[in-house]
T-cell receptor, first 115, second 116 residues
């Protein structure tokens, strides 16, 4: 059974460029989460979807960040324009249930470096 | 404000000893608490969940306690092995007052190093 799949695993880009991160959740899971992890702030929830609908996006830093979930098996997190302070590891996670607090299964992450 | 605290300093122990990691929280009463393991370059992996009405939970060499009076959870690994070396994160369910939704909030984690 495949786990959560994220791509790319590494992304290096220049300031001002658009970055798109992709996630495929575990089949049958109803909830999907995007997190950002840095040394300073730890693991922070950016946005969470339930049944493809955004439920809580209060963690999205600013308008440069947007997330979509067009169907149950795919989600994207886009940063436009990217800035050096966006450099972090971005994780996608999915959960069986509908609550934001259900046990979550994480992908391997995308390490983003913005120069 | 609500806060979760884990010891930011790495915990170094010898193989075979019991490792004990601490998770403290303030200004909140979670219904349950989860522990995750994270290896370098990988995403966190769920280990155990303990509810507020449970004092202790065990799974193989792992034991978690939850003291709602002290607002603290302890995570124990008995007979530790070098393969247990990783960062361990606690996570609590919290109400986000600004949105009205519940979400998991993670501590910053404690790195455990088990030497042979």
């Amino acid at each position: 059974d495949a786990g959560v799949i994220q791509s790319p695993r590494h992304e290096v880009t220049e300031m001002g460029q658009e970055v798109t991160l992709r996630c495929k959740p575990i089949s049958g899971h109803n909830s999907l989460f995007w997190y950002r992890q840095t040394m300073m702030r730890g693991l922070e929830l950016l946005i969470y979807f339930n049944n493809n609908v955004p439920i809580d996006d209060s963690g999205m830093p600013e308008d440069r960040f947007s997330a979509k979930m067009p169907n149950a098996s795919f989600s994207t997190l886009k940063i436009q324009p990217s800035e050096p302070r966006d450099s972090a590891v971005y994780f996608c996670a999915s959960a069986r249930g509908s609550r934001g607090t259900d046990t979550q299964y994480f992908g391997p992450g995308t390490r983003l470096t913005v120069l | 404000s609500q806060k979760i605290e884990q010891n930011s300093e790495a915990l170094n122990i010898q193989e075979g000893k019991t490792a004990t990691l601490t998770c403290n929280y303030t200004n909140y009463s979670p219904a349950y608490l989860q522990w995750y393991r994270q290896d370098p370059g990988r995403g966190p992996v769920f280990l155990l969940l303990i509810r507020e009405n449970e004092k202790e939970k065990r799974k193989e060499r792992l034991k978690v306690t939850f003291d709602t009076t002290l607002k603290q959870s302890l995570f124990h690994i008995t007979a530790s092995q070098p393969a247990d070396s990783a960062t361990y994160l606690c996570a609590l369910d919290m109400w986000a007052m600004n949105t009205g939704f519940q979400k998991l909030v993670f501590g910053t984690g404690t790195r455990l190093l088990v030497s042979p």
